[in-house]
């Protein structure tokens, strides 16, 4: 158990509809990564946060957002979900702003499919 | 901008076999390795990671040396074990800088079966 955990851990929902999912980062980690996992794409990274502010962006949509609340969790927003949004959805939590050399705790992943 | 290459799979070997798994970089600068695993319907769990050229990172029998004279940083292990059967993932990370923050590149992952 990597400390980190996400819901839900499932989620089936249909094209043009709007879906959040939520991670909670490890105790005291104030960085919270966002990574999308898919057959033809593999595993790329959308968006980090530290202590509330976002600090990198990668290859996120403008239809997808994100945020961290000041109780740290984070919230991946996806909206008029088209059906190449089908992946798993991964958060990450690490403890330094810049986690060069330091590990990433990854959640079990939200599996999100649009039908 | 940074890449990461592992080799083709899927690895397929039997208990106690030799295993290689191969990774190179692209990247500026001095960034930090990792190879993570990924069990089924799990999430990923680093394995091991080097932060500097020569460094090797070791666990649960898993070794690989950051070799930045050939942007390489391959896995291996010994003696590989029916549990070991997951995909593996290398990964690189910079740090501050730029747009980087320390984000994860990860290869395209490579499905090792180990059969009894």
């Known amino acids: 158990d990597s400390g980190v955990t996400q819901t839900p851990k499932h989620l089936i929902t249909a094209t043009g509809q709007r879906v959040t999912l939520r991670c909670s980062p490890r105790?005291?980690?104030?960085?919270v990564y966002w990574y999308q996992q898919s057959l033809d794409q593999g595993l790329q990274f959308l968006i980090q946060y530290y202590n509330g502010e976002e600090r990198a962006k990668g290859n996120i949509l403008e239809r997808f957002s994100a945020q961290q609340f000041p109780d740290l969790h984070s919230e991946l927003n996806l909206s008029s979900l088209e059906l190449g949004d089908s992946a798993l959805y991964f958060c990450a939590s690490s403890s330094r702003k810049v986690a060069g050399g330091s590990e990433q705790f990854f959640g079990p992943g939200t599996r999100l499919t649009v039908l | 901008g940074n890449s990461v290459t592992q080799m083709e799979g899927p690895v397929t070997l039997s208990e106690e076999a030799f295993l290689t798994i191969n990774c190179t970089y692209t990247a500026t600068g001095y960034p930090s390795l990792f190879w993570y695993v990924q069990y089924p319907g799990e999430g990923l769990q680093l394995l091991l990671k080097a932060t500097k050229a020569d460094d090797k990172g070791s666990n649960k029998g898993f070794e690989a040396t950051y070799r930045k004279e050939t942007t390489s940083f391959h896995l291996e292990k010994g003696s590989v074990q029916v549990s070991d059967s997951a995909v593996y993932f290398c990964a690189l990370s910079k740090g501050a800088g730029g747009t980087s923050y320390g984000k994860l590149t990860f290869g395209q992952g490579t499905i090792l079966t180990v059969h009894p």
């Open positions: 105790s005291g980690d104030l960085s």
